[in-house]
């Protein structure tokens, strides 16, 4: 990973000198880029590569572009590990501008759900707010069965998170 951080450097410093004109191009080597850093532990270097990344997509493409939203999922999957709220009002935002563009059962719009679940199950202050995240998880599970098949990695991760918020209801008090 260290080695290739230092290759995905270069390839962005080339993109940036000789294919300015061509920000598409230079949006994928920043994410190429940001990815790595994830992947090293450097999750501050990441988030703020990820927030300028999403920006600029938004501000080329709008924001019910295909690449626009899978920018917010990255975004939003990055704030997750410490700033959960500001990733939720994210993708608040993006996701019905995902199910008009793509689609309820596009693989864009069904990971947005997965991470927008997600992150409402971590910062549910109610029962009821984990019950919403458990019902979109439940409503998605069967049409992520139906569209990829039952193999499918994206299936597993649905089936975990239905897990996990299970086991938090189980914990939540019931008139809280």
């Given at each position: ?136 998880v439940q409503k998605h599970t069967e049409t ?33």
């Open positions: 990973p260290e080695e290739a951080l230092s290759v995905l450097e270069a390839n962005l410093a080339l993109r940036q000198r000789y294919w300015s004109h061509d920000e598409g191009t230079i949006l994928v080597a920043q994410n190429n880029l940001a990815n790595c850093l994830r992947s090293l532990d450097r999750y501050d270097e990441a988030l703020l590569l990820r927030r300028a990344i999403y920006r600029k997509r938004r501000a080329l493409n709008g924001s019910a572009d295909e690449a626009t939203i899978v920018a917010a999922i990255n975004l939003a999957d990055s704030l997750a590990r410490s700033h959960a709220s500001e990733g939720l009002a994210l993708l608040r935002r993006t996701l019905p501008d995902a199910r008009r563009s793509l689609g309820e059962s596009h693989d864009s719009t069904l990971r947005l759900v997965g991470i927008f679940a997600d992150l409402v199950s971590k910062c549910a202050a109610s029962r009821d707010e984990l019950l919403e995240a458990d019902a979109l992520v069965r139906r569209v990829f098949g039952c193999g499918h990695p994206l299936l597993q991760d649905f089936q975990g998170l239905s897990a996990r918020i299970r086991t938090r209801l189980v914990s939540f008090p019931a008139g809280a």
